[in-house]
């Protein structure tokens, strides 16, 4: 099945703008991670929300969790060009072992 | 601060060689896993290895495919005859006691399968 579905796939916005994107997924799972990644460089881990968790928060990161819709969004605010790269949120599944499940990705582009 | 490293950065193999994939996960981490990107496409899950054993791996991580804990350091992942569809970025992740905990990442070694 799919998992971690991202939306919108791309997003441009304004510096000083709050970016929000938002991750769907289709099984229960037990936390769901999300992750940064700058083009063609390694995946930078931002933040693990648990499924007992509604929102977790770290610097300009929000990052809510409503596994009732099976959905989650990552809020970036007050963004910066250095911002600018692919988010993909992972989630590691209930009865799946510790393996993370990607979805495709948001790019985002800050524009100075 | 702690963090996966990987070699090399590149790989350029011709189809038909072995390749070996080297990977130093953070120290004090239990569970290794290895993942793949082929380009433009979705990060995929092929193997996690915990305590000198396979704990879980996926249909791509096929009889091709192998890893292996040398020492107390290194994580390494071999293909042994490469295909041009191996062609990806593959990275190296490491967490610290599996289930429930932030998975880190290694910056990732591209292969290019010629």
């Known amino acids: 099945s799919q998992q971690g579905e991202e939306d919108p796939q791309a997003l441009s916005i304004q510096e000083g703008e709050n970016a929000t994107m938002n991750c769907s997924y289709k099984?229960?799972?037990?936390?769901l991670q999300w992750y940064r990644q700058n083009s063609g460089r390694g995946l930078v881990h931002l933040i693990l929300?648990?499924?007992?968790?509604r929102e977790k928060h770290s610097g300009r990161l929000r990052v809510t969790l409503d596994t009732s819709k099976k959905s989650s969004s990552l809020l970036i605010t007050a963004s910066r060009a250095a911002d600018t790269a692919s988010y993909f949120c992972?989630?590691?599944?209930?009865?799946?072992?510790?393996?993370?499940?990607f979805g495709e990705g948001t790019q985002l582009t800050v524009n100075p | 601060e702690p963090e996966v490293t990987q070699t090399p950065s590149h790989q350029v193999t011709q189809m038909g060689q072995e390749v070996i994939l080297r990977c130093v996960p953070i120290?004090?981490?239990?569970?290794f896993y290895w993942y793949r990107q082929i380009l433009g496409q979705k990060v995929e899950f092929l193997v996690s290895?915990?305590?000198?054993?396979?704990?879980?791996k996926s249909e791509i991580f096929d009889d091709q495919f192998s890893v292996e804990r040398p020492d107390g350091s290194n994580f390494t992942l071999k293909i042994r005859s490469t295909k041009l569809e191996d062609s990806a970025m593959y990275f190296c992740?490491?967490?610290?006691?599996?289930?429930?905990?932030?998975?880190?990442f290694g910056p990732g070694t591209r292969l290019t399968v010629t």
């Open positions: 992972a989630t590691e599944g209930e009865t799946s072992g510790s393996r993370l499940t």
């Open positions: 099984t229960s799972i037990n936390n």
């Open positions: 290895f915990y305590n000198n054993e396979i704990s879980e």
């Open positions: 929300i648990r499924s007992n968790e």
């Open positions: 992740a490491s967490n610290r006691l599996a289930r429930g905990y932030e998975q880190y």
């Open positions: 120290s004090n981490h239990l569970y």
